[in-house]
């Protein structure tokens, strides 16, 4: 009886992690995608969604810091930092400062509250500006 308990057991645990790294369990209202995994679905390159994105980089002044920023529409898995250390070209900068970046050119919205399908403001840094 305790082989079969422990085999039901690990099924469960296994059904139920392929079904979260596979679909998700977080809703995706805002998202263009239906849930469902799809092969490729799940790409961070900034150059594949150029024609959700305005390429054109802006500048907004914050209060006596003017800063450039990329708008880009956020797809499932990116986070703050990632996006923006693709748009520097992967180079390394200080979390706090991309995140008060960040929310500093998005009033409105924290960093870890960005959502699937949604346009936001991304910090673009000069190679001067390195931390």
Same mark, same amino acid.
């Given at each position: 009886?305790?082989?079969?308990?422990?085999?039901?057991?690990?099924?469960?645990?296994?059904?139920?992690?392929?079904?979260?790294w596979n679909v998700g369990t977080i809703p995706h209202a805002a998202s263009p995608h239906n849930g469902m995994a799809e092969e490729g679905s799940h790409n961070t390159d900034i150059d594949n969604i150029t024609e959700e994105q305005n390429e054109e980089t802006e500048s907004s002044q914050v209060g006596s810091i003017s800063l450039q920023f990329q708008e880009v529409v956020?797809?499932?898995g990116q986070t703050v930092y990632g996006i923006v250390k693709e748009l520097n070209d992967e180079l390394i900068y =200080?979390? /706090?400062?991309?995140?008060?970046?960040?929310? =500093?050119? /998005?009033p409105s919205v924290l960093s870890h509250e960005i959502i699937i399908g949604h346009s936001y403001r991304f910090p673009i840094y000069s190679s001067n500006t390195n931390e």
């Open positions: 009886m305790r082989p079969i308990v422990g085999l039901i057991i690990i099924a469960v645990i296994a059904i139920s992690a392929y079904y979260d956020v797809g499932p =200080a979390p /706090n400062k991309v995140v008060e970046d960040f929310e =500093a050119l /998005n």
